[in-house]
């Protein structure tokens, strides 16, 4: 299975996330947009790995998850990878917080618990985001200064994380297909359902 773990999108943000993409779809040059199915905030990409790792992962991940509150994230604004050169990926940020802080520390748990569980760490630094676009063409600096204004400049709501997920990601004509395979709930959303 090709795996990765996720904090899934929080509706009200998804909502107001969509708006904004149509709008910068229409106004901007041509990209490879992401469907609105695919927002998420990406702890760890595993790549491909066994059912049987993943099982294992999700017993290292299980008290990682206990411990963790649940986390209000608000908006920082656009990003642009990589920071320097050829801008290939667009999408939007989290402004600096304890929560943020917090959410780091999840993935930097997360990466502890991929080698507990056998599997290689991921060789990428984490960075919150959601990509919004995809570059395949180089777009002139005023588009990208667009992007980064009309990203800036809207008034997304903060997004709520009470779960994090382990999915299995499968390619088909479509796109990727996203399915849960282990959902792990924070500690203080468990705690907020009574639970």
């Known amino acids: 299975m090709r795996?990765?773990?996720?904090?899934?999108?929080?509706?009200?943000w998804l909502e107001s996330a969509a708006l904004l993409s149509a709008h910068l779809k229409s106004s901007l040059p041509r990209a490879s947009w992401t469907r609105r199915d695919a927002w998420h905030l990406t702890l760890k990409f595993l790549g491909e790995i066994p059912r049987e790792a993943a099982d294992r992962l999700?017993?290292?991940?299980?008290?990682i998850a206990e411990a963790a509150p649940a986390l209000r994230l608000e908006s920082g604004g656009a990003?642009?990878?990589?920071?320097?050169?050829r801008p290939r990926v667009l999408g939007l940020g989290f402004a600096p917080s304890a929560d943020l802080e917090a959410l780091c520390f999840l993935a930097a748990s997360a990466e502890t618990?991929?080698?507990?569980?056998?599997?290689?760490?991921?060789?990428?630094p984490f960075h919150p985001h959601v990509t919004l676009a995809r570059l395949r063409e180089p777009w002139p600096a005023a588009?990208?200064?667009?992007?980064?204004?009309?990203?800036?400049?809207?008034?997304?709501?903060?997004?709520?994380?009470?779960?994090?997920?382990?999915?299995?990601?499968?390619?088909d004509s479509g796109g990727a297909v996203h399915t849960p395979i282990h959902?792990?709930?924070?500690?203080?959303?468990?705690?907020?359902?009574?639970a």
Do not use: K, N
């Open 143 to 171: 588009a990208i200064d667009a992007f980064r204004r009309d990203a800036g400049a809207w008034a997304l709501p903060p997004w709520t994380a009470r779960t994090c997920i382990l999915f299995d990601s499968r390619l």
């Open 58 to 63: 999700a017993e290292e991940l299980a008290p």
């Open 113 to 124: 618990a991929l080698r507990r569980a056998g599997l290689p760490p991921e060789d990428r």
């Open 3 to 12: 795996a990765f773990l996720a904090v899934p999108a929080d509706p009200d």
């Open 79 to 85: 990003v642009v990878f990589p920071p320097r050169g």
């Open 183 to 194: 959902t792990f709930a924070l500690a203080r959303a468990r705690q907020e359902v009574g």
